[in-house]
């Protein structure tokens, strides 16, 4: 609780100027689940890093401690000012952390700051802390305040007048009263420190995760051409040239300059990583608008001029950018963010900027350097065949079936009456015994079964020809009759619900699991617009007297065993495990799974906060890199139950 003896009128008036951010958090952090609980950290280790970047520190700690639920962040910079604010006749410590102020930050001219939605200020971050303690070393002694959800708790204090060094220590405890979670994602933080001593290269963090008794250093002096590097070795992509092409111009302008690393490589898609400031704009924006519109004219143009352009092949801006691996970090005195969760630059002239420095270095680069621009060439001629032979095959697949839709329906497809798509579901099944069954119990008006023999392929490691070879992928697409890829027409779907119906044990988790890779990497439109379900056959049958019970899973079992006893102590409960969905009735089967007024079923969905996580959850966990997956299995063995093996 706050010290209220040392509390004083103008507290109060503080007080209020952060109750705004109690009240609505999400306005000033985007909402209260994990992505804002993670932003009060950026937020004040963005602060730290800003020291660092004017010059002023060079290490920075950030340790999550033992209970997962409080950090502290420490620089060695000059530590923030002690002393009165002249106007406001209150430390200046006091009033940063107690004020809600435009932008953020105080204007000291010549100090960039990060700016966007992590410049909101420590004030945000102390009004959602149910505790805060800020210390600062500065003129040989050490200060310390305390504050309690945005007020101060205690003054300011000398604590001790010796000190080793200058800085600024934060210590928070984020509010469980304002956020869904309170716990910290180790993992992702460690992962985003070492991202930010990539783009700032003299700058070093060390990192402490308590619990796991872990310290880690990142130093990345090599800057965004070791960043460049790391990644394209993460995504497994093999690159097409050797040199990696850098733009790194100071004076841009006199308030914005630039630096972009980028090469391209055999990887199926492009990966665009954009910064403002060192802090990612994950939604995008202006700057990286014009930098696709420099890569686009500048290999363009060097194909012109070197006479590349296979006649009649018409070249796409995204047959250019396929493969294409770049970093793109923008460094502007007055950033402009828009969308939801601020995370789009929206500066006009960040556009004509990155468009003036890279167009005319990389075409010059290629000119002198004709191998890299003859690969680059090839890649980007291979590209567009890929992408015209493909149309192709759909729209060629697309008349034929137009003529008769049947002919081209896979023969394994036992297809509804309906022809209406929005009353028309399918059912991905595993094996043709579950087929059957799911054959025999479903309503033929309106529901069409798939089985799926073989096995599916990987999608996340797989060429675009293989993925297109693969027979049950492609049975898969010609059912759904919309076509894939950059040919993906949803006014074709032929059902508006499909729905995966495996069997609940780890090798159904598996398919369903190469299946939604291949429906996010190729279909993607079907889960964005809400038509990718999964099914929840039960696992377990509970018969107790007359009723009948199904369950999900063994939780779900154990609570109803629970009730059952719970209303009768000695009840005699018959229980029985379906070995696979082939192994239950028909009758069964529609009853507990294929009634749409009786299952349950979930839908897939990539929440808009989640989907630079999603991204990477498919590449770390389906990717061809075992030592991500390891990684991943690590960190989650803990939440793991049982395995069913
Ligand atoms: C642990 C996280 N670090 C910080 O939050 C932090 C803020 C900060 C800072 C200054 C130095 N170090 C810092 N660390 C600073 C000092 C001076 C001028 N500008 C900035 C100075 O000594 O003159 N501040 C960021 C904003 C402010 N200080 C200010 F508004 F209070 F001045």
């Known amino acids: 609780m706050p010290d209220l003896s040392t509390y004083t009128g103008k507290d109060i008036q503080v007080l209020e100027g952060l109750e705004p951010v109690r009240r609505r958090p999400g306005m000033y952090i985007g909402g209260t689940g994990k992505p804002g609980l993670h932003h009060l950290l950026w937020e004040i280790v963005d602060n730290a890093v800003d020291e660092a970047v004017n010059g002023h520190a060079s290490a920075i700690d950030v340790t999550i401690h033992k209970d997962g639920q409080s950090a502290t962040v420490s620089d060695n910079g000059r530590g923030i000012p002690i002393d009165m604010h002249p106007e406001r006749k209150v430390p200046t410590l006091q009033l940063i952390l107690t004020t809600l102020h435009a932008g953020g930050k105080f204007d000291h001219t010549n100090y960039i700051t990060s700016g966007g939605l992590h410049g909101v200020g420590a004030s945000v971050v102390n009004a959602l802390s149910s505790e805060m303690v800020a210390t600062v070393r500065r003129d040989g002694n050490t200060y310390e305040q305390r504050f309690a959800r945005g007020a101060p708790a205690t003054k300011l204090k000398k604590v001790s007048n010796s000190t080793r060094g200058t800085g600024t220590t934060i210590f928070f405890r984020p509010d469980a009263d304002i956020f869904e979670t309170t716990t910290f994602d180790t993992a992702w933080i460690k992962e985003q420190l070492e991202v930010k001593t990539y783009l700032n290269r003299s700058l070093k963090i060390i990192f402490r995760d308590e619990a796991k008794g872990e310290r880690v250093e990142f130093q990345h002096e090599g800057g965004i051409a070791e960043y460049l590097e790391a990644l394209v070795a993460q995504r497994e992509a093999r690159p097409i040239h050797d040199d990696v092409f850098m733009v790194a111009q100071e004076e841009l302008r006199d308030d914005a300059r630039i630096e972009i690393a980028l090469q391209w490589t055999e990887a199926p898609s492009e990966t665009v990583k954009s910064f403002v400031n060192g802090i990612p704009t994950k939604d995008g924006g202006t700057h990286e608008q014009g930098f696709r519109d420099a890569v686009r004219s500048a290999v363009r143009a060097y194909m012109d001029t070197h006479d590349l352009l296979p006649r009649g092949l018409d070249i796409a801006a995204e047959d250019i950018r396929e493969g294409l691996v770049a970093i793109v970090n923008l460094f502007l005195v007055d950033p402009q963010f828009q969308g939801q969760t601020k995370e789009k630059l929206n500066n006009p002239a960040a556009r004509s900027l990155i468009v003036s420095a890279v167009r005319l270095d990389l075409e010059q680069y290629l000119n002198s350097h004709g191998s890299t621009g003859d690969a680059i060439a090839a890649r980007v001629i291979q590209a567009a065949k890929a992408r015209q032979a493909s149309r192709a095959a759909a729209r060629s697949a697309r008349s034929k079936g137009s003529r008769n839709r049947k002919l081209n329906l896979p023969g394994k497809l036992a297809d509804c009456s309906s022809k209406d798509p929005a009353a028309s579901e399918l059912f991905i099944v595993e094996g043709?015994?579950?087929?059957?069954?799911?054959?025999?119990?479903?309503?033929?008006?309106?529901?069409?079964?798939?089985?799926?023999?073989?096995?599916?392929?990987?999608?996340?490691?797989?060429?675009?020809?293989?993925?297109?070879?693969?027979?049950?992928?492609?049975?898969?697409?010609?059912?759904?009759?919309?076509?894939l890829g950059q040919d993906l027409d949803l006014s074709l779907l032929r059902y508006h619900k499909i729905i995966l119906l495996m069997d609940a044990d780890s090798d159904g988790h598996h398919i369903a699991t190469l299946l939604l890779t291949f429906l996010y990497r190729y279909m993607r439109p079907l889960i964005d617009e809400g038509h990718v379900f999964i099914a929840q056959p039960p696992l377990y049958r509970l018969d107790a007297g007359k009723e009948t019970y199904w369950a999900l899973d063994d939780s779900d079992r154990e609570r109803i065993t629970r009730e059952l006893r719970d209303r009768r102590s000695n009840i005699k409960i018959d229980v029985q495990r379906f070995k696979g969905l082939g192994e239950m009735m028909p009758k069964t089967l529609k009853e507990t799974t294929l009634d749409p007024d009786r299952r349950r079923l979930l839908k897939v969905a990539i929440p808009d906060t989640q989907r630079t996580e999603t991204e990477n959850l498919i590449s770390d966990l389906m990717g061809k890199d075992a030592s991500a997956r390891y990684r991943f299995i690590m960190e989650h063995a803990a939440e793991v139950e049982a395995l069913d093996l």
């Open 432 to 483: 043709d015994s579950a087929g059957g069954s799911a054959k025999q119990g479903r309503d033929r008006r309106s529901q069409a079964v798939l089985p799926l023999r073989g096995k599916v392929l990987n999608a996340e490691q797989a060429t675009v020809k293989k993925v297109q070879a693969n027979k049950e992928l492609s049975n898969v697409v010609q059912a759904l009759g919309c076509g």
